[in-house]
Structures are given as structure tokens and as C-alpha cells.
């Protein structure tokens, strides 16, 4: 032991405290909400009935707690894919086997897309840098397939409209993403368009990390956002939508992780849940 830690490579103390999240086994729950906002954070473990823990270390955020008899963990990572790699390698070492939900904002890049809608990604194009110290360049950031059936029910059961498909996740919020701001250009400016045509329905900043990193380690995870842009007409959106689309994209993540659980404990040994074979008959 060096100062307290393990060593270089793995920075956790005697405990299992790891260095970044200040999060030791035990103090994280399986069932897992990211969000970058640390307000955000506080603003989800507002509508737990119960709290056991709240810790904040950097600019990471976490409170553990009971939502509807569930044990969940809320996590603010801060923004970008670098911050949210961090996150999840020391929350991982928290956890076995966790159940992650991104519950983000994002700019939708598709007509018919409005503010306040939830985009829940199927898949994300890794256009951040961050998981190619991990993985191949062509490698797929995909979501796993319960938790886009779960955020689509949870989305439903609130009457909120959503869509589905393909984020893009961008390392920069201004050039990377096409912004022009006085005095910085952006090399592509005309991402969005570009991206657009490939059918991509939004970018943001973080989905595509998740993602990776779940299927390198194993784990269930999904993502959601709600539209706080609409690119094609350069509209930002209100303070007051702004409050609505944020509650109903978290209340949709708490929703599929209340489904997951109960969709891990119906599906027993089989590798993962589906609606059952009497949808599965053919038709005569």
C-alpha cells in the first residue's frame, strides 16, 4: 500500500473506497440512474421515500436511497464521456452486476422531433475518443434490448412521447456538436446535417460511453434523454419545459428500472426477457 491506496493502477483504499466517487461496496444500490447534472442528481433522489446515503466528491454526486420499495442509487457524473468512464469503471467496482440507466438531455437532429419529447437510444455512434482506449473504432455502442423495451413501456405508462433509435455522442457540447460561437469555429460545421442524413435521431455527450463499457463488462444498461434542442431550426427550449421534460425523463428511468427488476426475476436462466413464445407462433 502506497498513501493509503492499493496502487497506481487500482486507486482504492483498504475499504474499497474508490478515489474518484469516494463510493466504497455496499454504499451503491444494483439499480443505478446517471445523469451529468449534479442538481439533477438531488432533484431525482427528491422523489425517493427514503435515504441512506449521500456522498459528493468532485464533481460527482451520489444518494442512495428507496424509490417505491426499490433500492436505487442516483448518480450526478458531470458532463462528457471522459467523466462518465470514470463513473462507471469505480461504480462497477461497487457493484457486481449493476442495472444503469442515463436519464440525459440531448438536441434532436430529425423533423417531427419537438421539446419535451424523449429520445431512448437503441445504439449510439461513438464519436468521443474516450472509448476507443477500450475498444476497436467500429466497435457498437448498443443498448441492451430490455432496457429500450423497458423505457419505451415506462414511457408509455406517463403518456409521454418518445422516440427510438440512434444517438450520436459527441466529446464537445460547442464545435463538436457544429455550434459556431463568436471567435470559435467549428472544423465540421455541418455535422448535424451530416449526421441527420444517416438517420441519427439526436447528439449528446455521454450515451455512447455507457454503453461500451456495459457490454465490455457485462451489464444491463440503457439510455434516455428528453429534447432541450431541436437542431434543424435552432430552437433552445423554456425554463418551464425545460423543468416538465426533465421530470418525465427521470420519472421514465425510475419506471424501467422498476421493469428491469421485475424483468430479470421472470426471465430465470434464459439470457434475457422477451414477451414470450405465444407471440412467437406463426399465423395460419
Known amino acids: 500500500m502506497t498513501q493509503g491506496y492499493e496502487s497506481a493502477t487500482v486507486v482504492r483504499d483498504a475499504e474499497g473506497r474508490q478515489y474518484h466517487i469516494a463510493l466504497k461496496p455496499g454504499e451503491v444500490a444494483r439499480h443505478i440512474i446517471l445523469v451529468g447534472d449534479p442538481e439533477r442528481a438531488r432533484r431525482v433522489a427528491g422523489t425517493f421515500e427514503s435515504i441512506e446515503l449521500e456522498r459528493t466528491n468532485r464533481e460527482y454526486v451520489t444518494i442512495t436511497g428507496r424509490h417505491q420499495g426499490l433500492r436505487v442509487s442516483v448518480m450526478g457524473t458531470g458532463m462528457g464521456a471522459a467523466s462518465t468512464e470514470i463513473a462507471i469503471v469505480e461504480l462497477t467496482q461497487c457493484v457486481e452486476q449493476p442495472v444503469m440507466i442515463r436519464c440525459g438531455s440531448t438536441g434532436a437532429l430529425q423533423p417531427g422531433m419537438a421539446l419535451g419529447d424523449l429520445v431512448i437510444s437503441q445504439a449510439s455512434l461513438r464519436l468521443e475518443n474516450t472509448t476507443r482506449f477500450y475498444v476497436d473504432d467500429g466497435y457498437p455502442a448498443v443498448a441492451d434490448p430490455q432496457a429500450v423495451m423497458a423505457l419505451a413501456a415506462a414511457a408509455d405508462a406517463i403518456g409521454q412521447r418518445y422516440h427510438v433509435g440512434v444517438t450520436a455522442t459527441s466529446p464537445s457540447f460547442y464545435a463538436g456538436q457544429g455550434r459556431a460561437v463568436a471567435g ?32 465490455l463488462r457485462g451489464f444491463v444498461a440503457g439510455a434516455v434523454c428528453a429534447v432541450y434542442a431541436t437542431r434543424g431550426d435552432d430552437v433552445f427550449i423554456s425554463p418551464a419545459q425545460k423543468d416538465m421534460a426533465e421530470k418525465a425523463c427521470v420519472t421514465t428511468g425510475l419506471g424501467a428500472l422498476h421493469l428491469l427488476d421485475a424483468m430479470e426475476r421472470a426471465r430465470g436462466s434464459r439470457p434475457i426477457w422477451h414477451p414470450g413464445l405465444e407471440l412467437a407462433k406463426p399465423t395460419r
Open 184 to 215: 470559435f469555429s467549428p472544423r465540421e460545421p455541418d455535422i448535424v446535417e451530416r449526421l441527420a442524413r444517416q438517420g441519427v435521431k439526436n447528439l449528446e455527450m455521454e450515451t455512447s460511453c455507457l454503453l461500451t463499457l456495459a457490454t
